[in-house]
């Protein structure tokens, strides 16, 4: 990281604005190309869980080369100036790197759609057998979480 001033080291704060999130940017490789999408998503024990549909360019590109990239922010406040170079803004962000996969078996993919609900709600709910067997679960083994933070003082 360029400017170390910026850099989050404690894993405890990094999970905090993760918890924060509501969603994550999904980055994957779409030939020599990145390809990102927003996701709702769930995270837990360094593994972050995804839903959506059986098909699609997301699922293809996941099969195809499972190494992702994502992204989380939080803008806090546009600090505005006179001057156009001296705007600034608070924010906190967390990039990682992980390994994708698509979950198969029932009882899996029931606990990454909790996990996933947990991130939204308090409540906890039942996944009925035909909506799992319509539902990609995606699964990332999170490999590295960096994180940032502008705070200056106003």
């Not at 704060?13 to 924060?20: D, G, H, L, V, Y």
């Not at 080369?65 to 156009?84: G, H, M, R, Y």
């Not at 608070?90 to 759609?113: H, N, R, T, W, Y």
Request: with cysteine; charged share 30%; glycine share 4%.
């Amino acid at each position: 990281m360029r400017k170390k001033e910026k850099e989050i080291t404690d894993k405890n704060e990094i999970i905090s604005i993760i918890a924060k999130a509501k969603v994550c940017r999904l980055a994957m490789i779409d030939g020599n190309r990145p390809y990102i999408v927003p996701l709702s998503f769930g995270y837990r024990d360094n593994t972050l869980y995804f839903h959506g549909s059986l098909q699609g360019k997301k699922i293809d590109l996941i099969l195809e080369n499972p190494n992702v990239c994502f992204e989380f922010d939080q803008l806090i406040e546009t600090i505005e100036s006179e001057k156009a170079c001296s705007w600034s803004m608070k924010f906190q962000s967390v990039i990682g790197f992980g390994m994708a996969c698509l979950l198969d078996e029932k009882e899996e993919k029931q606990k990454a759609l909790a996990i996933i609900m947990a991130q939204y709600s308090n409540r906890r709910f039942d996944f009925p057998e035909k909506m799992l067997q319509a539902t990609a679960v995606i699964k990332v083994a999170v490999e590295s979480l960096t994180g940032k933070q502008s705070l200056p003082d106003c």
